[in-house]
């Protein structure tokens, strides 16, 4: 902060490196202690050295944390570097300050000089006695980025342009992108005074207005504003006063708010253009030539403006997908591996000026629905049969048929809306729809089986010989083979041949996932192909592949994390069953398998590895123990999990102040923690 003088010794600025203070110009010591009278002729007013403090207050002063001190500045948290010095051309008062141990280059002018800039020409402000300042205020030799930012008060005389000062860039073309003028308002929401006039929100009738500077004017309270008031009686006094240097203080302390919140990654003219941008332009404030581009608007600053996107390529301006369509489901053979990987990094989304929004890549992440699932979901199919009451069979029929309507609203599924419209009417309004359909016939010694949204996993295994049926367990599919839990709701269609010694089984089948036990649906299609031998014991062999398109193993990307992901796997699998006196049967499962993913390069996910899973699960069950048709059953499983495996990705995590992409990779393990 450059200054005529400064009073070093109040509560607002103590405090350790809050003040970096240097003197010179002709000026002693004096001038910046509270030390009175001031007798010589360089020394300066009390008023003057007061000036200095107050606007020093208002961009950082401190914040008491025991609310003794009933005032705090703008950016509370900034440190101040104060220079004392000779007259310097534009300014009586400058605020230089710095957030973040970095230089923040910004000018809070709060004298403006000069008569209305109205008044003058551009060749006169070029031809005065010492106009190579201009130049130095122009900075054509620094980068946009980092040119100082000159935020100068309008002025104090109720003109309808702003002094000669604020007005420059009206006249200096190459002034704009890095210079704001500010006039001053009463609070919005504060009645002002009867003997000051006006109402809430607008102008002071002394404040100059923005006029001809409307294009990078704005409008900061400046009213009632609360100051350190330091006296010869009292060290840590406050005050409150009126004008533009202290709404021209209340935007620089802004100003440094922006440079905090967007971590120095905005340069100077981005900080300016959004500030202009984000300012209420509504009501009174469409007045530009009054209020120039609007009131401050700090909060709208700090959060995006419009839509933020994920930044997918290597240009800031380049290939990006709206955050809000930008997603990665975890499937539930993954465990907590992902969200612990994604845990420790964290992603950079841009508004539609380009600001930086940062979150922890694991925001980002969603659970399946199985792994959400509430006790009263997780018992919904327990002790009923989601594949519907066998029809009765005909005498000497050799076939076989099951049927599941669940009554649902009217509105289900439907595509035109109409069911959604009678719904509405009719709150209540619901229809039995085609759950579940299955049928099997007899040729010789052949069957053949056809299921219609039918887990294929139940015509296979400990299914096929009636040990485990789908309501034993909470899970309809607890013991099948988890593979084809992957294209449950579609269809499937096999054989059955009896052999000498035991029987062959094969299908193929097609269909989407459904997760949890109230099915939440995942459309990403699947098909694949099983076959299975069975020995006379009731021991099982299993092997097939289930290609997937659209996810791996239950996981999906979507928007910026991929538009494509899909595997094929191959599994294997066994099961057995020991009976266990005439009520008791004891049973086993194990299943394998190994993926080959296919990603596309053109989102966030970058590669995934070839995967090994597992699961395995023993259980026993008891019928009839009490009554004919009760039932006991317990389990110790394993569900599906990665047994190893990893992912890459690519994503921006921030820029630079020139707009260039800080872009990270990692390579994140596949494999939760533990096993549940």
Request: aromatic letters at 8%.
């Amino acid at each position: 902060m450059a200054t005529f003088g400064f009073w070093n010794d109040h509560t607002a600025i103590d405090g350790r490196d809050k003040v970096t203070l240097t003197v010179e110009g002709g000026f002693n010591e004096r001038t910046v202690l509270p030390q009175l009278p001031l007798t010589t002729a360089n020394e300066l007013t009390f008023g003057q050295i007061q000036h200095g403090l107050q606007v020093a207050g208002v961009v950082a002063g401190n914040r008491s944390d025991d609310e003794t001190f009933p005032m705090h500045g703008v950016a509370f948290d900034a440190q101040l570097r104060v220079h004392v010095q000779g007259p310097v051309v534009l300014a009586t008062q400058a605020g230089l300050y710095r957030q973040l141990n970095r230089e923040v280059p910004i000018v809070v002018v709060t004298s403006a000089p000069g008569g209305s800039i109205a008044d003058t020409t551009e060749a006169a402000l070029r031809n005065q006695p010492g106009a190579a300042w201009l130049a130095a205020v122009a900075q054509a030799d620094t980068a946009a980025a980092d040119r100082t930012i000159y935020v100068f008060s309008a002025g104090n005389q109720g003109r309808p342009d702003p002094n000669e000062g604020p007005g420059l860039p009206h006249l200096i073309p190459e002034l704009r992108g890095h210079f704001l003028a500010v006039v001053a308002s009463f609070e919005d929401g504060l009645v002002p005074p009867a003997n000051f006039g006006g109402v809430a929100g607008e102008v002071l009738g002394s404040s100059n207005r923005c006029g001809v500077a409307s294009d990078y004017c704005l409008t900061a309270p400046g009213f009632n504003i609360r100051l350190p008031f330091p006296s010869r009686i009292e060290r840590d006094g406050t005050t409150v006063n009126m004008g533009t240097s202290f709404s021209a203080s209340v935007v620089g302390g802004a100003l440094a708010i922006l440079t905090q919140r967007y971590r120095g990654q905005l340069g100077s003219d981005e900080i300016v253009q959004r500030m202009l941008a984000t300012a209420d332009k509504t009501g009174i404030y469409a007045d530009s030539d009054i209020y120039g581009q609007g009131m401050l608007d700090l909060d709208a600053a700090t959060r995006p403006r419009g839509q933020t996107r994920v930044v997918t390529g290597d240009q800031l301006g380049g290939t990006g997908v709206a955050e809000a369509l930008s997603s990665l489901t975890g499937g539930a053979a993954f465990g907590d591996a992902l969200a612990r990987g994604l845990a420790t990094h964290e992603m950079a989304a841009f508004d539609e000026l380009d600001a930086p929004f940062f979150r922890a890549l694991d925001s980002y992440l969603h659970e399946p629905g199985a792994t959400r699932a509430a006790i009263s979901d997780r018992l919904f199919h327990l002790g009923d049969d989601p594949r519907g009451l066998a029809a009765p069979a005909q005498p000497g029929s050799r076939s076989a048929l099951r049927m599941r309507f669940d009554r649902e609203p009217v509105g289900y599924g439907a595509a035109d809306g109409r069911g959604l419209a009678a719904l509405l009417a009719d709150p209540n309004a619901s229809a039995y729809r085609l759950r579940t359909f299955s049928l099997s016939t007899k040729a010789g010694r052949s069957e053949a089986f056809l299921g219609l949204r039918h887990h294929p996993g139940w015509n296979f295994g400990l299914y096929a010989d009636g040990v485990v049926e789908p309501g034993t367990f909470s899970d309809d599919s607890a013991f099948a083979n988890p593979f084809l839990s992957f294209a449950r709701d579609g269809e499937a269609v096999g054989m059955k041949w009896a052999l000498a010694r035991g029987s062959v089984h094969t299908a193929a089948f097609r269909g989407s996932a459904q997760w949890g036990a109230r099915r939440d649906f995942d459309p990403s299609p699947a098909h694949g192909a099983i076959f299975e031998y069975r020995s006379p014991s009731g021991a099982a062999l299993q092997t097939g592949w289930l290609q997937e398109s659209g996810r791996l193993m239950g996981s999906r990307p979507r928007g910026a994390f991929g538009s494509s992901l899909g595997s094929r796997t191959a599994f294997a699998s066994a099961t057995t069953h020991w009976p266990l006196g005439s009520r008791w049967a004891a049973f086993a499962a194990v299943h394998l398998g190994f993926s080959r993913p296919k990603t596309a390069s053109d989102g966030l996910l970058r590669e995934v590895s070839s995967l090994w899973s597992s699961a395995f699960g023993l259980g026993i069950s008891g019928r009839g123990l009490l009554r004919e048709r009760d039932q006991l059953s317990l389990r110790l499983s394993q569900p599906l999990r990665i047994e190893s495996g990893d992912l890459s990705l690519r994503w921006v995590s921030g820029r630079t102040r020139y707009r260039e992409l800080n872009i990270e990779e990692a390579t994140l393990p596949l494999t939760p923690s533990a096993r549940q």
